[in-house]
T-cell receptor
Framework: GQNIDQPTEMTATEGAIVQINCTYQTSGFNGLFWYQQHAGEAPTFLSY????GLEEKGRFSSFLSRSKGYSYLLLKELQMKDSASYLC??????????FGAGTTVTVRA | IAGITQAPTSQILAAGRRMTLRCTQDMRHNAMYWYRQDLGLGLRLIHYSNTAGTTGKGEVPDGYSVSRANTDDFPLTLASAVPSQTSVYFC????????????FGPGTRLTVL
């Protein structure tokens, strides 16, 4: 199985940068995903890492270190609309995802 | 239909009743999944199907069953609902090639009394 840990809550100011860490212990690894979920809505895909390193997509970047069982999601130039839950998920060899409990980010003006 | 749809949007159900949650996708994805989401516990996989005609158990399968008669549909059945099955249920689908990110339906909010 998978054990995935991420902080419960984070607060940041509009225009700032926030880094959400995710650590995992896995019995099989086939990629790490980050999803965004606004309150009352479905999760939507943000990023995917399968090799070590940084993947950048506009204001969002995601980093992976497989040897350390560690990933982070970096949100730059925060906007009010970025207030949401961010879900870290690890995929196993059977293409099943295991999710962390999610990190609620609150952006203040 | 565009993407993945679920029905009903919400439902209140008496304990002991049978209930089927519907999920349909039009993206021709081979894999489909059912999750439940509870406060503080995140998304937990109930059942999945990597291709039409096959299904598998996830982390929390007890009390639920699924079928995958064709590519597009993946219904989830609660044979005899219990209050602990009160949750938000999300269906998802993915193409197993490439990144294979999962696309989620809008969810069904189920309350069992």
């Amino acid at each position: 199985g998978q054990n995935i840990d991420q902080p419960t809550e984070m607060t940041a100011t509009e225009g700032a940068i926030v880094q959400i860490n995710c650590t995992y212990q896995t019995s099989g690894f086939n990629g790490l995903f980050w999803y965004q979920q606004h309150a009352g809505e479905a999760p939507t895909f943000l990023s995917y890492n399968v090799l070590d390193g940084l993947e950048e997509k506009g204001r969002f970047s995601s980093f992976l270190s497989r040897s350390k069982g560690y990933s982070y999601l970096l949100l730059k130039e925060l906007q009010m609309k970025d207030s949401a839950s961010y879900l870290c998920a690890v995929r196993d060899g059977d293409y099943k995802l295991s999710f962390g409990a999610g990190t609620t980010v609150t952006v203040r003006a | 239909i565009a993407g993945i749809t679920q029905a009903p949007t919400s439902q209140i159900l008496a304990a002991g009743r049978r209930m089927t949650l519907r999920c349909t996708q039009d993206m021709r994805h081979n894999a489909m999944y059912w999750y439940r989401q509870d406060l503080g516990l995140g998304l937990r996989l109930i059942h999945y199907s990597n291709t039409a005609g096959t299904t598998g158990k996830g982390e929390v399968p007890d009390g639920y069953s699924v079928s995958r008669a064709n590519t597009d549909d993946f219904p989830l059945t609660l044979a005899s609902a219990v209050p602990s099955q009160t949750s938000v249920y999300f269906c998802a689908s993915s193409d197993l090639a490439g990144a294979g990110e999962q696309f989620f339906g809008p969810g069904t909010r189920l309350t069992v009394l």
